[in-house]
């Protein structure tokens, strides 16, 4: 009988076909994630699951699926997932790395650049008829090409934001849990502790893992290391920012601006007082989202699955302890 795969979404089709290729593959049809009996239910008649960074996958889900052998994530972050919970239970977890790196770098610049030069801003003034004249003082940003940029993360993703500084003739600074000789040859990057980094950046740019120590990482004391005229891009993890503090930081001037792919909770409320601040720019958790990178991930998460469910090891696998074969 052939396995059971649940898709807690409609993924891209490329990964969708593939997956129905090996296996008994139902795919939750709505655009918002299944509820949490829903999900707990499928589970519990599933071989696999493709789940999304919407889904959690702990400890009480994957009590009530006895069959489940791998859950493979549609994210290359997976704070979502109890990977100690899984590896006790025999349970493989995979995700999307790679793929996706250069289109969320894009982005994260895309962002950058939007608040330095106040792009949202300018279109809004344009659409609400308030162009009268070229104005000398007309909406000012501030440079980005031979600025500082701070990077909290060096990673993949971290590294092509780099490369996309160079071209930019900006001074790079990152930090990390452990040094880049390699890059910091090739680019020209310096490593600096996190408080000279957000004391000398004029961008900073976060790119780490939310984990028990990055939450709340930038927070009131961090915020206000930064310069008042430095902007604060995350395209990381919302809950790596205290947004309470972000908030309070550029409503008081001691930060010039923020733009947020990643939001703590999301979606973020209409109501969210960062809303009401002109130099912030949100966008809904979309760094990734360009067609080609979409469909990579589907079909890396579909041979994941593939991988696990045949007695393969499966290529993004996270907690190889949990792996059943040789
Ligand atoms: C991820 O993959 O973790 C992104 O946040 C969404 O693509």
Redesign the pocket.
């Given at each position: 009988m052939s396995k059971k795969v649940f898709v807690t979404r409609e993924i891209p089709e490329r990964g969708l076909l593939l997956l129905r290729e090996h296996f008994t593959v139902k795919v939750w049809p709505e655009e918002l994630p299944p509820p949490r009996d829903v999900l707990l239910r499928e589970a519990g008649d599933a071989d696999g699951l493709v789940t999304l960074?919407t889904d959690r996958v702990d400890a009480e889900l994957l009590d009530h699926a006895p069959r489940l052998r791998i859950v493979s994530n549609y994210?290359?972050?997976y704070d979502n997932f109890d990977l100690r919970a899984a590896t006790a239970r025999d349970v493989m977890m995979t995700n999307?790395p790679g793929v996706?790196t250069e289109t969320?770098a894009d982005l994260a610049f895309a962002l950058l650049m939007a608040v330095a030069r106040r792009i949202v801003e300018s279109v809004d003034f344009v659409k609400r008829g308030q162009w009268k004249t070229w104005g000398p003082q007309l909406l000012l940003g501030q440079d980005i090409h031979g600025a500082t940029l701070g990077l909290v993360g060096l990673g993949r993703i971290g590294l092509s934001m780099a490369r996309r500084a160079k071209g930019f003739d900006m001074q790079v600074l990152y930090s990390d849990v452990a040094r880049n000789e390699a890059a910091e040859r090739e680019l020209g990057l310096t490593f600096v502790d996190l408080e000279t980094l957000l004391r000398q950046s004029d961008f900073v740019s976060l790119h780490v893992p939310l984990t028990p120590a990055t939450r709340h990482m930038l927070n009131r004391e961090s915020l206000k290391l930064m310069k008042p005229t430095a902007v604060l891009i995350n395209t990381a993890r919302g809950a790596v920012v205290d947004e309470e503090a972000l908030y309070h930081a550029l409503k008081s001037h001691h930060l010039a601006g923020a733009g947020l792919d990643?939001t703590d909770p999301e979606p973020m409320e209409l109501s969210n007082k960062l809303l009401s601040l002109e130099n912030v720019v949100v966008v809904p958790?979309i760094?990734?989202a360009s067609v080609k990178t979409r469909t990579r991930?589907a079909v890396m998460a579909a041979e994941n699955m593939v991988a696990g469910l045949s007695g393969r090891r499966p290529p993004n696998i996270l907690n190889p302890k949990a792996i059943p074969f040789p």
């Amino acid at each position: 009988m052939s396995k059971k795969v649940f898709v807690t979404r409609e993924i891209p089709e490329r990964g969708l076909l593939l997956l129905r290729e090996h296996f008994t593959v139902k795919v939750w049809p709505e655009e918002l994630p299944p509820p949490r009996d829903v999900l707990l239910r499928e589970a519990g008649d599933a071989d696999g699951l493709v789940t999304l960074l919407t889904d959690r996958v702990d400890a009480e889900l994957l009590d009530h699926a006895p069959r489940l052998r791998i859950v493979s994530n549609y994210a290359v972050g997976y704070d979502n997932f109890d990977l100690r919970a899984a590896t006790a239970r025999d349970v493989m977890m995979t995700n999307t790395p790679g793929v996706l790196t250069e289109t969320t770098a894009d982005l994260a610049f895309a962002l950058l650049m939007a608040v330095a030069r106040r792009i949202v801003e300018s279109v809004d003034f344009v659409k609400r008829g308030q162009w009268k004249t070229w104005g000398p003082q007309l909406l000012l940003g501030q440079d980005i090409h031979g600025a500082t940029l701070g990077l909290v993360g060096l990673g993949r993703i971290g590294l092509s934001m780099a490369r996309r500084a160079k071209g930019f003739d900006m001074q790079v600074l990152y930090s990390d849990v452990a040094r880049n000789e390699a890059a910091e040859r090739e680019l020209g990057l310096t490593f600096v502790d996190l408080e000279t980094l957000l004391r000398q950046s004029d961008f900073v740019s976060l790119h780490v893992p939310l984990t028990p120590a990055t939450r709340h990482m930038l927070n009131r004391e961090s915020l206000k290391l930064m310069k008042p005229t430095a902007v604060l891009i995350n395209t990381a993890r919302g809950a790596v920012v205290d947004e309470e503090a972000l908030y309070h930081a550029l409503k008081s001037h001691h930060l010039a601006g923020a733009g947020l792919d990643v939001t703590d909770p999301e979606p973020m409320e209409l109501s969210n007082k960062l809303l009401s601040l002109e130099n912030v720019v949100v966008v809904p958790h979309i760094a990734s989202a360009s067609v080609k990178t979409r469909t990579r991930m589907a079909v890396m998460a579909a041979e994941n699955m593939v991988a696990g469910l045949s007695g393969r090891r499966p290529p993004n696998i996270l907690n190889p302890k949990a792996i059943p074969f040789p």
